[in-house]
Structures are given as structure tokens and as C-alpha cells.
């Protein structure tokens, strides 16, 4: 089946720095989400993104389908950006919206 | 827009008893939800996928008689774990896709879900 394979699988930072999280998959998609995970497991839709580029504030993310990766950028840093980010896609071969998550990066933010 | 919710948030129950968790979209159709269940520092698997009127359909290793699901209108679904044990402790989040987005580029949301203690 398809793998999704997501790094870094930790990352710690500084209040204020900038980050990359990046997601391989390894067949083509019809469907990309970035989620976010907060302390108490409720999962944010960050951005559906199946190609091209977005922004949301201080977010942003890139797929780049043909590659077969996608890359999310946080920029300016907050503790609240603390949680897991799961990149999740679907098979584009599949007819219903079956998503396979990434294993996460666990992003801490510290003050 | 798109909210989901759980009922209830958490439960603690005996094993041996059976637990309900509901899943409702509150501002949209959802002809189609999605369980899945979360272990401490892992990521989501996928469950089953629940069809409004229809029987669900199981991922491969998912007990169809240990985890019942009713889909009985567009707005609600329900996971029933019967006969819980230790084992079956989890975060149990559900997730619906919005009928207006049918087709192959659409989202899910994602309710807040539920975390089962059985002791």
C-alpha cells in the first residue's frame, strides 16, 4: 500500500525560529491534508493542498505532486504551534476519501 | 464552518461492558465518516469507513462484531466497542466528509475524539 513517510519525527524549537516539515509519499494522490494535533488530540486542517502552494499566516505549505513530497514551513514560531503535525493523502487510485496518515513530527515549541 | 463532534469526550468502563461514542457533522451532510483509533504517541489507523444506510466497511485486522457502527443519518454515526477490554483503551476520533465536496478533491474534518480508559 501507499506509505507516507514524514521528518523530521521531532523537532524542538525556539520561540520565533522558522521550521520545515517535510512528507514523502510514495504513490500518486488525489488528496493531501497537513493536520495539526494539539495537546489535547484534537486534529486542525491546515491546509488541503493535493498540489501547488498555499499560505495561512504564518503557515505555509508546498506539494509538489510529480515529486511526490510535500513541505510545510512554519515561520515566526509560537509555543501554540506545540503538537503533532501529521501529513495524511489519499491513493489516487482509491473511489472514497480514504486517508493514510503519516507517523507525525512532534513539534515542541519552547519560550 | 464543517464541525464535528464526539460524545462523549472521555469514559472510563469495566471490562466485560460496552461503550457507545457518537459522531456528529453539525453544520454539514455527511454521506461518509471515518473512525479511527490513535495509541499513546502513535499515529491515526484507520478503522472503518461508515456509508449513510449502508453496512461499514472494515480495514483489514478490525473486528466487525467487537466494533458495531450505525450510520443512521447524515449527521451521525456511532461506534460501538462491545465487550471492552484493557486492549481496547484508545483515543477513538471520528472524521466526516462534507456530501457538498463530493468527488476527489475534498477534505475531512475531524471531530475532537474520544479517549476509552477500560480497566
Known amino acids: 500500500g501507499i506509505q507516507v513517510e514524514q521528518s523530521p519525527p521531532d523537532l524542538i524549537l525556539q520561540e520565533g525560529a522558522n521550521s520545515t516539515l517535510r512528507c514523502n509519499f510514495s504513490d500518486s494522490v488525489n488528496n493531501l491534508q497537513w493536520f495539526h494535533q494539539n495537546p489535547w488530540g484534537q486534529l486542525i486542517n491546515l491546509f488541503y493542498?493535493?498540489?501547488g502552494t498555499k499560505q495561512n499566516g504564518r503557515l505555509s505549505a508546498t506539494t509538489v505532486a510529480t515529486e511526490r513530497y510535500s513541505l510545510l514551513y512554519i515561520s515566526s514560531s509560537q509555543t501554540t504551534d506545540s503538537g503533532v503535525y501529521f501529513c495524511?493523502?489519499?491513493?489516487?487510485?482509491?473511489?472514497?476519501?480514504?486517508?493514510?496518515f503519516g507517523e507525525g513530527t512532534q513539534l515542541t515549541v519552547n519560550p | 464552518g464543517a464541525v464535528v463532534s464526539q460524545h462523549p469526550s472521555w469514559v472510563i468502563c469495566k471490562s466485560g461492558t460496552s461503550v457507545k461514542i457518537e459522531c456528529r457533522s453539525l453544520d454539514f451532510q455527511a454521506t461518509t465518516m471515518f473512525w479511527y483509533r490513535q495509541f499513546p504517541k502513535q499515529s491515526l489507523m484507520l478503522m472503518a469507513t461508515?456509508?449513510?444506510?449502508?453496512?461499514?466497511?472494515?480495514e483489514q485486522g478490525v473486528e466487525k462484531d467487537k466494533f458495531l457502527i450505525n450510520h443512521a443519518s447524515l449527521t451521525l454515526s456511532t461506534l460501538t466497542v462491545t465487550s471492552a477490554h484493557p486492549e481496547d483503551s484508545s483515543f477513538y476520533i471520528c472524521?466526516?466528509?462534507?456530501?457538498?465536496?463530493?468527488?476527489?478533491?475534498?477534505?475531512?474534518?475531524f471531530g475532537p475524539g474520544t479517549r476509552l480508559t477500560v480497566l
Open positions: 495524511a493523502v489519499v491513493l489516487r487510485e482509491t473511489s472514497g476519501s480514504r486517508l493514510t
Open positions: 472524521s466526516a466528509r462534507n456530501l457538498l465536496n463530493r468527488g476527489l478533491w475534498d477534505t475531512q474534518y
Open positions: 461508515s456509508n449513510e444506510g449502508s453496512k461499514a466497511t472494515y
Open positions: 493542498i493535493p498540489s
